[in-house]
């Protein structure tokens, strides 16, 4: 079992996580959510701020989980002296490497084993099969009580995880097997809900439209 809390970024690595093959799946979406889980948390932290399509670091403490806090640092390098950047530019560029922080995370609390080979014998290539599933069965059962069942509203980590999972388009991650017209409505309803406190509600916001830009740009760069 883990030592604390896991964060919404290794929550969504999780739903992503193939339990067998270890692979990713809808990597890409998944990397962008990723990146703004870890953002999702250091605003609930208090350590970063958002307004509109900016972001700013308020507070360099370090917060005491290491994920966390390897993302805090860098922010503050990239923001390179100025006071607020684009919440999309600090997407676009840490998505992938969010990725493989998560992973990390959840390989050292032994909830996936990290599996390293070659392809034909050349390129290396890394996967994360699933080591103890506790954890993924808790979250999948409180995102089904949420989204599927007859629960209350729910608390404001859920709420925001749905969000973002909504926004990626990652209805099927979180819901295999059930149409997306099934979930998609209450996701939609939960991601406008009043559940949190005003600044984390509008820092969702502003991280939805900025994951929605950004597989935007990516789908319009595939097919150029």
């Given at each position: 079992m883990t030592d604390a809390r896991v964060t919404l970024a290794?929550?969504?690595m999780l739903l992503s996580l193939d339990d067998e093959s270890g692979w990713a799946r809808s990597r890409q979406a998944a990397g962008w959510a990723v990146a703004a889980a870890l953002l999702l948390d250091l605003v609930m932290a208090g350590r970063v701020a958002v307004s509109g399509k900016y972001l700013e670091v308020v507070d360099d403490?370090?917060?005491g989980d290491p994920l966390l806090d390897g993302r805090l640092g860098l922010l503050r390098t990239w923001m390179?002296?100025?006071s607020k950047r684009r919440i999309t530019d600090w997407l676009t560029k840490d998505s992938t490497k969010a990725v493989g922080?998560?992973?990390e995370r959840l390989a050292g609390r032994g909830l996936v084993t990290e599996e390293r080979r070659k392809v034909m014998g050349l390129f290396p290539v890394r996967r994360y099969p699933e080591a103890d599933g506790s954890v993924e069965r808790e979250l999948r059962a409180r995102l089904k009580a949420a989204v599927l069942g007859d629960a209350a509203e729910p608390d404001g980590r859920t709420a925001g995880l749905i969000a973002l999972l909504h926004s990626a388009k990652l209805h099927g991650l979180a819901f295999p097997g059930v149409p997306r017209k099934q979930v998609e409505p209450r996701m939609a309803e939960i991601a406008a809900g009043q559940w949190a406190?005003?600044?984390v509600r509008l820092a969702i916001q502003a991280m939805q439209a900025a994951v929605m830009v950004a597989g935007a740009a990516a789908a319009?760069?595939?097919v150029s």
């Open positions: 290794e929550e969504i403490t370090p917060t390179r002296g100025r922080a998560a992973l406190a005003e600044s319009a760069a595939a």
